[in-house]
Structures are given as C-alpha cells and as structure tokens.
C-alpha cells in the first residue's frame, strides 16, 4: 500500500489526477469550516521536511509505471506548502514525466518568498479565497493567529506578477457567510487584482467541517458565476474513482483518507470490482477508522483518525 502518492483520482478540473500527499493528516494553516476532512488536527505554519522526499520520489516512480493520468497532483491531507521541499519535488515530478505537474493549496503562504520560488516549476497553481476581510477570513478559514488576510491576498498578488503558469482560484461559497451579492463583489474586487487565469466556483458537497455549513441555492450560484466571472464546478462531469490496491475494503479508506466518499459511490465503486456491497458496507462500517456523515438524506464515508 502506498503512503503518499495516491489514485489516479477523478478531478473535475485536472482529469486524472495521480496524487501526491507530503503533509501528515489534517496538518494544515486554516481550519475551514467546509472542510471536507474534518477539523484541523495540528494547526501551524511550520515548513519542515514532514516525510523524506526520497520515499516520496521512490513511491512516485512506481506509479508513473503502473498508470496512466493526467496530471501529477501535489495536495493532500493538508496544507502541501507547508512541505519545505515542495520545490525539489516538484523538479523530481516534472524529470518523471511529461505530465502536467498541479498543486492544489489555500495560497495562505504564498507571502514567503521561498515559497513562491519553489512553485515556479508547476504547471497549474491552484489556491482558494473565500473571504475579503479579517473579519470573514477568520469566519471562514480560522487561520493559524500569525496569518492575515492582507498579508495572504497579497502574497497571491505577487505571486501572480511573478509566476509564469496557470492559476485557477477557487471560491467555496457557503450560504450566509459569503454568498450575498455585497461579499460576492468585494472577492470580485480582490480577484481583479490577483489576475487569476481561471475562477473556478465550489460548493460543499462533501461532510463539512462544522454542521451548520450549509451549501448556497442555485440562484446564489448563479450570480456568483456572473459577478466572479467564473465556473461552477457542479457543471464540469466528474469520472469514476479507482484504486490499485486489491483488497476493496483497503482501496476505499486509502481514497477517503483524502476525499470523502458518498454511500452510491461507495456501491458504485464496490460493483464495478464485482465485490457483495452490503459485505463492504458492513466491513466500512465497522472500520475504527471510517465515520459514516449525513447530510440531508445523504451518507458519506469519511476517513478518522483514530
């Protein structure tokens, strides 16, 4: 079983995406309260070598042999910038294959400089904004207390004067705390300023973090693909989730380790490899490191640190 490099795995934006995971659980900057991997457990801006790089290059060659994908995806189960050899990694990537090379991250370090350098390399930059001031950044995000939201949006800004790639922000909206038309332009006004190539706009569909996060109504998203200038990310066709280990059981925790799985999509995923679903269900459901959330009248299997 694999330990950092994972999938491939459908993504909406990046095909399939062989993943790439530097960042021990639910390490990470923010603690948003969307999160589809619960609450941060380790909440910190400290860059260090979490894992050695060798162990993630050795795991990464073998993949490239065994699959084909789209995209070589650095994200995670946390925040990857805070990998401090992000940069030798992403060399290590782009000597591997000829694949496009994405990191998927809250953009909340790119102020660093050493960080911004180290990204140069990637093909696509991905980071979020969901908030326009202090006070809804820590609404929303509940940053680590040495962050801003000046300090953050500004790092973007600098980033997108120096960087060469693609960078697609993405906007979560969450209905009532930033999805009325007065919020949706003050994050209009700080996107014009960061000159995204792409805005890409997410709702959360997956278990969130805090109960209460509720998902906008489709008019609210309407309006936010006009006054982001963006796509809704509900419109763009999502593939099927595979895994190569052999046992189903181990294939679905190491995918919800990273991304919460829906109950069709865990029948789905178990019939395709001609398992009995209910003796998968019952074994998920048993597991000490599976927790079952409802939303509405939807079940979702999420990973839990035991």
Same mark, same amino acid.
């Given at each position: 079983?694999?330990?950092?490099?994972? /999938?491939?795995?459908?993504?909406?934006?990046? /095909?399939?995406?062989?993943?790439?995971?530097?960042?021990?659980?639910?390490?990470?900057?923010?603690?948003? +309260?969307?999160?589809?991997? /619960?609450?941060?457990? #380790?909440?910190?801006?400290?860059?260090?070598?979490?894992?050695?790089?060798?162990?993630?290059? *050795?795991?990464?060659?073998?993949?490239?042999?065994?699959?084909?994908? *789209?995209?070589?995806?650095?994200?995670?189960?946390? @925040?990857?910038?805070?990998?401090?050899?992000? =940069?030798?990694?992403?060399?290590?990537?782009?000597?591997?294959?000829?694949?496009?090379?994405?990191?998927?991250?809250? =953009? &909340?370090?790119?102020?660093?400089?050493?960080?911004?350098?180290?990204?140069?390399?990637?093909?696509?930059?991905?980071?979020? $904004?969901?908030?326009? *001031?202090?006070?809804?950044? #820590?609404?929303?995000?509940?940053?680590?207390? &040495?962050?801003?939201?000046?300090?953050?949006?500004?790092?973007?800004?600098?980033?997108? #004067?120096?960087?060469?790639?693609?960078?697609?922000? @993405?906007?979560? $909206?969450?209905? /009532?705390?930033?999805?009325?038309?007065?919020?949706?332009?003050?994050?209009?006004?700080?996107?014009?300023?960061?000159?995204?190539?792409?805005?890409?706009?997410?709702?959360?569909?997956?278990?969130?973090?805090?109960?209460? +996060?509720?998902?906008?109504?489709?008019?609210?998203?309407?309006?936010?693909?006009?006054?982001?200038?963006?796509?809704?990310? =509900?419109?763009?066709?999502?593939?099927?989730?595979?895994?190569?280990?052999?046992?189903? $059981?181990?294939?679905?925790?190491?995918?919800?380790?990273?991304?919460?799985?829906?109950?069709?999509?865990?029948?789905?995923?178990?019939? @395709?490899?001609?398992?009995?679903?209910?003796?998968?269900?019952?074994?998920?459901? @048993?597991?000490?490191?599976?927790?079952?959330?409802?939303?509405?009248? #939807?079940?979702?299997?999420?990973?839990?640190?035991?």
């Amino acid at each position: 079983m694999f330990k950092y490099v994972y /999938g491939p795995v459908p993504s909406r934006r990046l /095909g399939e995406s062989l993943g790439i995971s530097p960042i021990p659980f639910k390490t990470c900057d923010y603690s948003c +309260v969307y999160c589809q991997l /619960g609450r941060t457990t #380790k909440l910190t801006v400290e860059r260090k070598e979490y894992f050695p790089l060798e162990d993630i290059i *050795d795991e990464l060659k073998e993949n490239v042999k065994l699959f084909s994908f *789209d995209t070589v995806t650095v994200v995670g189960e946390g @925040e990857p910038t805070l990998y401090s050899r992000i =940069g030798d990694l992403i060399a290590n990537i782009k000597e591997l294959t000829t694949k496009k090379c994405a990191v998927i991250t809250n =953009g &909340s370090l790119l102020w660093n400089e050493d960080v911004r350098k180290e990204l140069m390399k990637a093909d696509i930059v991905l980071p979020s $904004l969901d908030a326009w *001031d202090e006070e809804s950044f #820590k609404k929303i995000n509940r940053p680590h207390g &040495s962050l801003n939201f000046e300090k953050v949006v500004e790092g973007m800004i600098t980033f997108r #004067k120096e960087y060469k790639g693609e960078i697609w922000l @993405e906007v979560m $909206l969450v209905s /009532g705390l930033n999805d009325s038309d007065e919020n949706l332009l003050k994050i209009a006004n700080w996107i014009e300023k960061i000159k995204p190539d792409r805005v890409y706009i997410n709702v959360p569909v997956r278990p969130p973090t805090e109960s209460w +996060v509720k998902i906008p109504d489709m008019s609210r998203i309407r309006k936010a693909e006009k006054i982001l200038k963006g796509v809704f990310m =509900g419109k763009i066709p999502q593939g099927e989730f595979y895994s190569s280990l052999e046992d189903t $059981l181990d294939a679905i925790m190491s995918i919800i380790r990273r991304h919460p799985m829906s109950y069709n999509e865990v029948t789905s995923f178990s019939k @395709e490899r001609g398992e009995n679903v209910e003796e998968v269900l019952g074994r998920l459901r @048993e597991n000490p490191n599976a927790e079952v959330v409802k939303i509405g009248d #939807k079940e979702f299997f999420r990973y839990k640190k035991r």
